[in-house]
């Protein structure tokens, strides 16, 4: 029976292949915790976006109300038992700017993320009135998954192959993977959250935008229906 393939640029998940759709997990980038940041004594909400965030979760203040964003942050943060919790399905930065906007006061947010991240949400949310302490909790470096995509490739030339784009460190790796040529032989890119998409358009390339929750099983499930 004829598959299409759908193949994610990042860390393993719980999504599984079904009659229609055979998942691939290929490690496109490799995560590495940041130690020597310094983390504030007391805030009023703790912004987590990334489970990668949390390596030192036990000294985040637990006091703070823990904003966290899609179901794997949620899980990896369940051990730290904050008093208090609040968790986003929404993992876009949109999402995030407008749960904050509703609350009807201000206070200090404490956001450890990616060393790669974009200064887009944390000046939204100054704007908005918020005070934010910023660190840099991780970075991502870049591999290259060259010669097991081309297997895939290989091997699957009679069904459409979908890779998802989850971020813009996951886009590097498919740049850094494949020539332009080999690119084409791709039925088609699966784009998360405005910041992935942004980086596409800015290299001009065509894709989809999972609609919805910004998951990556709404990534899957997106693929699942494109026709064969």
Request: aromatic share 8%.
């Amino acid at each position: 029976m004829k598959k299409r393939i759908c193949i994610f640029l990042g860390s393993r998940t719980k999504i599984r292949s079904t009659s229609s759709c055979q998942v691939f997990f290929l490690k496109g980038i490799k995560i590495i915790p940041l130690k020597n940041y310094q983390i504030p004594q007391r805030a009023d909400y703790v912004l987590l976006t990334s489970k990668n965030s949390l390596t030192r979760g036990h000294e985040f203040p637990l006091s703070a109300t823990w904003v966290l964003i899609g179901r794997e942050t949620a899980e990896a943060a369940r051990r730290f038992k904050p008093a208090q919790k609040v968790i986003l399905s929404d993992s876009n930065s949109d999402g995030v700017i407008q749960f904050f906007k509703k609350l009807k006061k201000s206070g200090l947010i404490f956001f450890p993320r990616s060393a790669r991240g974009d200064s887009q949400l944390p000046q939204a949310l100054r704007r908005s009135g918020f005070r934010l302490i910023v660190r840099k909790a991780y970075k991502t470096e870049v591999l290259s998954v060259r010669r097991p995509l081309l297997a895939i490739l290989k091997r699957s030339q009679s069904s459409p192959v979908f890779v998802c784009v989850t971020s813009p460190s996951t886009l590097q790796c498919l740049r850094k993977s494949l020539r332009a040529s080999e690119r084409q032989k791709l039925k088609g890119l699966v784009s998360i959250g405005p910041t992935t998409s942004k980086a596409l358009r800015k290299l001009q390339w065509s894709f989809l935008q999972s609609k919805g929750s910004a998951s990556l099983e709404s990534m899957f499930q997106l693929v699942a229906t494109l026709p064969l």
